[in-house]
């Protein structure tokens, strides 16, 4: 009878292990069962990655937690995946994640729909009212913190102040129209979300313990009590936005408990990552005094030629050296995955001449971040921060970028593509570059540290848009004298 085992066991491997078949990608399965590569994708998707792409090429499949998930890398050949509608779904697999992370079930969930109500109000002339009130906000927020009449420095970590402020300004703009007694103390909010925040990659990722997914379902209820009322009021001083966002929720049948839970999912989508890159952006500029310095003149130039206390918001004006900045700080901290659900099998024609079959069930996902973001042939040095690595000589923008000695369309993908893009994007551009501005202009800002270091990013949140600091960067501020 000891026969039976091994013949157990093999009957296990043919039945549950997958084979590679012809044409097919590269395929890495891991040895754990089941598990595959999970934790060490899980533990630091980018080096993982890039060990990966070193084996195997610009394309292979992984075998995690029971799925199988295969890296395009090859940026020539990334709108195969992002133009193509037929055989691969966002959406799906999108609400699958949603679920998961908020513990939230959209029946009729219509991504294409959602967009285009976004759209409506993240664009045009609803742009600039936006604009106009997340300043307005911010500059309330900011005052308070810091009083035009207070001469002594104040200390604190630039994430907290980073990230705390502009949660908060985007808070007031979007969610909650104009600060009134009837709104809901955004601070309160902020520190219920950061503590929520701190969990959500393991709540995606299904990896928090008995003990930790308990904590942070009990913050999620928290946080759906707090936004409870949010978009529900018809006053004009509330959000255009999230009334028609909760009116586009009841026109799909969802019921009022469900719609409070998809308001966190936008506060999240809306506010998760805006703080980061002001972070980032800020912390670059201090730990890079020749950066500071450019930026800082630039602004200079413009605050002399308009004398309005917002003029970053006027169209005309133009800051390439900003601008370069903060494309150079998302290439180096936004890492997102861009992913699709195969639908139908599907032949994916690489910009090489070679073919490769995907399977239906499986999904495929490009990392930006990896390639073409940190690809020595794009961007050399591509660990270092360069302040003016998009400009040209001359001081223009440049976007002229090779690989293989052919131009690429992707040399750097912070906000996604296609189905993918950020709707927002506009937006939160102006608001990182208009705190900026404040910070910059109107407060002297400085390391508390003079040799201090920028530091590292938590290497566990690749995947989920801007990455975080491990830790923080002292820095102290004071309202500049007159």
Same mark, same amino acid.
């Given at each position: ?160 102040? *980073?990230? *705390? ?40 990722? @299904? ?45 799909? @049948? ?141 001081? *223009? ?65 690749? @995947?989920? @848009? ?17």
């Amino acid at each position: 009878m000891i026969w039976i085992v091994p013949v157990l066991v093999l009957l296990c491997l043919l039945f549950t292990h997958r084979w590679r078949y012809s044409k097919e990608p590269p395929l890495e399965r891991g040895i754990i069962p089941w598990l595959g590569h999970a934790l060490e994708f899980g533990k630091d998707a980018s080096k993982f990655i890039t060990r990966m792409k070193l084996k195997n090429g610009n394309i292979f499949t992984v075998h995690a937690a029971g799925r199988y998930v295969t890296l395009l890398l090859d940026p020539h050949s990334y709108d195969e995946i992002i133009n193509d509608p037929d055989s691969l779904d966002f959406g799906r697999y999108a609400q699958v994640l949603m679920e998961r992370i908020f513990n939230l079930h959209l029946p009729l969930y219509q991504p294409e729909k959602a967009k285009a109500m976004m759209k409506r109000h993240f664009m045009g002339s609803s742009l600039s009212t936006l604009n106009s009130s997340m300043n307005r906000n911010m500059e309330i927020l900011l005052k308070s913190e810091m009083p035009h009449n207070q001469r002594n420095w104040k200390q604190e970590g630039l994430f907290h102040l *980073s990230y *705390s402020l502009l949660f908060k300004a985007g808070y007031l703009t979007l969610f909650e129209g104009e600060q009134n007694n009837n709104c809901t103390d955004p601070s309160r909010v902020y520190e219920e979300y950061k503590k929520f925040d701190g969990l959500l990659c393991g709540l995606a990722r @299904g990896s928090l313990r008995k003990e930790a997914k308990a904590t942070a379902y009990a913050l999620q209820r928290k946080l759906w009590e707090l936004l409870a009322p949010a978009g529900l009021g018809k006053s004009s001083g509330s959000s255009p936005w999230l009334h028609a966002y909760r009116r586009l929720l009841q026109d799909d @049948g969802v019921d009022e408990e469900t719609q409070r839970r998809a308001v966190l999912m936008q506060l999240w989508a809306t506010q998760g990552n805006v703080g980061p890159a002001a972070f980032w952006l800020l912390g670059y500029l201090l730990t890079n005094p020749e950066a500071l310095m450019a930026v800082k003149r630039e602004f200079g130039q413009i605050s002399q030629m308009e004398s309005s206390g917002t003029p970053l918001l006027d169209k005309t004006m133009k800051t390439p050296v900003f601008d370069s900045v903060l494309e150079e700080t998302l290439r180096l901290t936004a890492a997102p995955f861009i992913t699709r659900e195969v639908v139908r099998e599907k032949t994916l024609h690489m910009a090489d001449g070679r073919d490769y079959l995907l399977r239906k069930g499986d999904r495929v996902c490009l990392f930006p971040f990896v390639s073409p973001q940190m690809d020595p042939e794009i961007h050399p040095e591509p660990q270092k921060f360069k302040f003016d690595r998009f400009l040209n000589k001359d001081g *223009s923008v440049k976007k002229d970028f090779y690989k293989d000695g052919k131009k690429l369309k992707y040399y750097t993908m912070p906000w996604g593509a296609g189905a993918n893009g950020c709707v927002g994007r506009q937006f939160a551009i102006n608001t990182i570059r208009q705190f900026a501005y404040m910070l910059l202009t109107n407060y002297d800002l400085e390391l508390c540290d003079p040799n201090a270091q920028i530091p590292k990013a938590d290497v566990t949140r690749y @995947g989920f @848009g801007m990455l975080q600091p491990v830790g923080d960067l002292l820095v102290r501020y004071k309202p500049k004298e007159a």
